[in-house]
């Protein structure tokens, strides 16, 4: 087996190293795919379809797909962005984001998505489902009405901090991040140094007194699109 | 030729977007050499007096007469704007949408820590306007043709619209223009 598949994305030839997934051979040749389950340092979970690109024409998700040679990969057409664009309408509406009082504004990757593929107003009809907040715990709150499914708490609590605390319960629209207790998150090992609480991408999982710690203009997203910190790297 | 008309609306909002429009400091010197202001809160003129070229809209719906305001709007204006969360999202006032609205009542009227009521009875006269179920977003509402998100936007993301619809031009907001929050 050759060391490096060659493949092409957005019409560039790249070089990738066998078994490694789209997304992340991308991201090495300075390409952006947008992502929102997708964590460093963790197996890819294949779940919110945001880094959906076309492979060979055909829609797959960038982050569970692996390079293969001679595969012809489109990262940014215009139907990309507005299918990204309609995942992004479904999540803010299925959700209570209310990004106003929020205090991981500014600093949230569903919000930072949001900015960059323009969306002013999900086109479907908000849910403002009844969702409740755990505040139980000393230093950490989880509040579910900002929640997005992504695991990355389940995941980075059971593959990187070796907790298993959160698990996924019920289905469909009922489905939610549950606690490994019966009581709440007080009752759990969770700690306010886990790595779970800042693998969050949104303000579900949180550290208590340390909202709006960052004065607005000074935030992650509040002058650069997320990913351009990754694009600027095929600039250089 | 007459200038275009602007007119403006608060429905379910703070008065924070109407605010912001304020905050264009002098270039609302401008703006009133670009436009003449129809129904608004701005210069208290309370029914249309004719067409508008551009509607502001703050604030969601809450009760009926917010929607009979919309609808109004509607049928008004050439180009209708939410501005702000709560008219595209609904916002703060949309956070009872999950609590039946009895209890909300209860809450307001009865219970609430700081309710000195008395008699014990929620006001019910028909001058008042009946609330929604839930409070609903403009374009849950009519059809809205653009969107403002922000609370509020902010004042260079209203003038910027307003400048590019009042010169024909289309609305390219650069990133920083828009923002929730």
Known sequence: ?236 | MAKPKVATASLAGCFGCHMTVLDIDDRILKLIELVDFDKSPIDDIKHFTGRCAVGLIEGGCCNEENVHTLQDFRKHCDVLISVGDCATMGGIPAMRNGIPLEECYAEAYLVGPSVHNPSGRIPNDPELPLLLDKVYPCQEVVKMDYHIPGCPPSADTIWETLVALLSNKTVDLPYELIKYD
Do not use: W
Request: charged share 20%.
């Open chain 1, 1 to 236: 087996m050759s060391e490096t598949v060659t493949l092409t994305i957005d019409g560039a030839e790249i070089q990738a190293k066998p078994g490694q997934m789209i997304l992340v051979a991308a991201e090495e040749a300075g390409i952006y795919i947008p992502r929102l389950c997708h964590y460093k340092g963790l197996k890819p979970h294949g779940s919110c379809r945001l880094c959906t690109v076309t492979v060979n024409g055909k829609p797959m998700a960038s982050c569970t797909q692996p390079v293969a040679p001679g595969m012809v990969v489109e990262t940014k057409t215009e139907a990309l962005n507005q299918f990204r664009r309609q995942i992004l309408e479904m999540l803010f509406a299925e959700g209570n984001h209310y990004c106003m009082f929020c205090e991981k504004s500014g600093n949230c990757e569903l919000q930072a998505q949001g900015y960059r593929y323009g969306m002013t107003a999900p086109r479907y009809p908000f849910q403002y489902p009844m969702r409740d907040i755990d505040a139980s715990h000393p230093d950490i709150f989880l509040d579910h009405n900002r929640c997005i499914l992504c695991a990355r708490c389940v995941r980075t609590s059971k593959d990187l901090d070796g907790k298993n605390v959160f698990q996924f319960v019920n289905r469909g629209k009922h489905k939610r991040v549950a606690v490994d207790s019966r009581a709440r998150l007080a009752g759990t090992n969770a700690n306010v140094t886990d790595q779970a609480l800042g693998a969050c991408p949104v303000g579900a999982l949180m550290k208590k007194r340390v909202g709006y710690a960052v004065p607005v203009g000074q935030r992650l997203y509040d002058h650069k699109p997320i990913g351009s910190e990754i694009e600027a790297k095929a600039s250089r």
